[in-house]
Structures are given as structure tokens and as C-alpha cells.
């Protein structure tokens, strides 16, 4: 066989590398909180399989010369990508370290659902770093937001209100907001139940979500003091912090 017929059959790397990338979305599908992982994966595989289509199409005697202008402009594309990907990383590691524990006007916990009426165990460490917060500075309100989602039995609100009370929080200190499905929408929902007056807000959520949320509390008109609380599962940072790119993409598209 000639080096030129080996040339001519030869299959794309990216063909095998979308196949791998099916194999492990599967894999990740069926893994307890992998979700958004899985379609990741399944994302990377359809765009691996086009351009190793487009790589096929490049050794064709009609189509070859489109096919490699095209090849190009997929190259140009996921350079952009990785570029940006990389750029909205940085600014959202870099705003992760949350703020010192200063006197606020008021506290507000963002929601991050719950298994039944349990908050999950990232609401959880939230609702802990709030509690300690909460106890430090004993006249301080705090409002706690999130509405109710699929699987839960009783709203985010509600549950995250029986969890502090459970720590010593008195209830008079608590207002539920429980119409909230997203981040805007806790902002949003919450500023009106906040008592008049209230400009400085000691916003509680996870590191990875602390970028946005500042971004969101200032053009609701907040002064944002950003309390960190961990992000559990080591294994699911990742997920996290990539889910948080398009999040943060879609915030100043407008679309959130």
C-alpha cells in the first residue's frame, strides 16, 4: 500500500475522541450528581464528531477545498472559546475568596436546593456560614431565598428557615422568600423583604457562585458583603466551576 492510500483512509483523531467522550457521558449519566458533567461530555462529543467529519470531507476531490475553510473556522471558533473559557475562570477564581465577616444591613442566603425538604449539603455549609454569621451579629436580619423545585417537598425558603431555627436562629430574625428560581430572581425577589433602608448585605453562597452574585447584588443597587462558604465533594468542583462559565455568559447576555 502506498503512503498515499495510507493517507487517504486514515480516520481523524477526532472520530475516536468523540467516541471516548460518548463513552464517558454515558458513564457520567448514570453517576449520582454528574449531571451537567454528562452534558458536557455529550456536547464535546458532537463537536468532535463534526470536525472529524469536516476532516473526512477535507480529503475529498469536490468538497476538500470548503471543507478545510471550514476546518479553519472550527479551529478560530474553539480557540475563541478556550480563550473566553479561560478568561471568565480567572475573574471567577479570583472573586471565590469571600469578603471579611463586616457589619451588614441585612443577610440574605441564596438557595441551592434540597433532597425532599433536607437542604443539601451545599445549602447546608451555606446555612452554617450563615448561622455563625448570624450569631456574631445578633440584630441582624437575614432573609433566606430560594423557591421550590422538582423532588422537594416544602420550598427552599421554608426548609433553609427550619434549619437555622434549628441552631438557635429566632424565627423573628427570618424572612422567607420562596418564589425564586434563579439567582436574579433571589435578588429580585428578596430586596422588597429586606427592611427599608437596607443598602449593605452579607450574600452567602458557595466560592464558586461569589463572582456572579456580587455582579447581581450591585446592579440590584446592594453593597455586597460576600460570605464564602466550601463547596462539598472535591470530585465536583469541576462541574461547578464550568457550569458557573455559561452561568456567568448567560448573566451578561441578558438571558438569566
Known amino acids: ?23 464517558l457521558a454515558l458513564a457520567l449519566l448514570v453517576t449520582p450528581f454528574m449531571g451537567f458533567a454528562a452534558v458536557i461530555g455529550f456536547c464535546g462529543a458532537g463537536a468532535l464528531l463534526v ?4 476532516s ?13 475553510g471550514a476546518r479553519w473556522v472550527l479551529r478560530g471558533l474553539a480557540a475563541l472559546w478556550f480563550c473566553s473559557f ?4 480567572g475573574l471567577i477564581l479570583h472573586g ?16 441551592a436546593g434540597l ?8 445549602l447546608a455549609i451555606r446555612l452554617d456560614v450563615a448561622a455563625d454569621y448570624l450569631n456574631r451579629y445578633p440584630d441582624t436580619p437575614v432573609v433566606v431565598s430560594g423557591g421550590q423545585g422538582s423532588g422537594e417537598s416544602v420550598s427552599e425558603a421554608e426548609a433553609m428557615a427550619r434549619y437555622l431555627a434549628d441552631r438557635g436562629i429566632d424565627g423573628a430574625r427570618i424572612i422567607q422568600e420562596a418564589r425564586s428560581t434563579s439567582t436574579a430572581e433571589n ?6 423583604l429586606m427592611p427599608p433602608g437596607t443598602r449593605r448585605v452579607a450574600v452567602v453562597s458557595n466560592e464558586f457562585h461569589l463572582f456572579r452574585a456580587r455582579i447581581l447584588a450591585r446592579r440590584a443597587g446592594l453593597v455586597p458583603v460576600a460570605l464564602s462558604a466550601v463547596t462539598p465533594r472535591w470530585y465536583l468542583k469541576p462541574q461547578y466551576y464550568v457550569r458557573e462559565y455559561f452561568s456567568v455568559l448567560f448573566m451578561w447576555l441578558g438571558l438569566d
Open 1 to 23: 500500500m502506498t503512503p498515499r492510500r495510507r493517507d487517504r483512509i486514515r480516520v481523524p483523531w477526532a472520530l475516536p475522541g468523540a467516541a471516548v467522550c460518548a463513552v
Open 51 to 54: 470536525y472529524g467529519i469536516v
Open 56 to 68: 473526512l470531507l477535507c480529503r475529498h476531490p469536490r468538497w476538500g477545498r470548503r471543507a478545510r
Open 86 to 89: 479561560l478568561a471568565v475562570e
Open 96 to 111: 471565590a475568596a469571600g469578603d471579611p465577616a463586616e457589619p451588614a444591613d441585612c443577610v440574605l442566603v441564596l438557595g
Open 115 to 122: 433532597n425532599g425538604e433536607t437542604p443539601s449539603l451545599a
Open 187 to 192: 435578588f429580585a425577589y428578596s430586596i422588597p
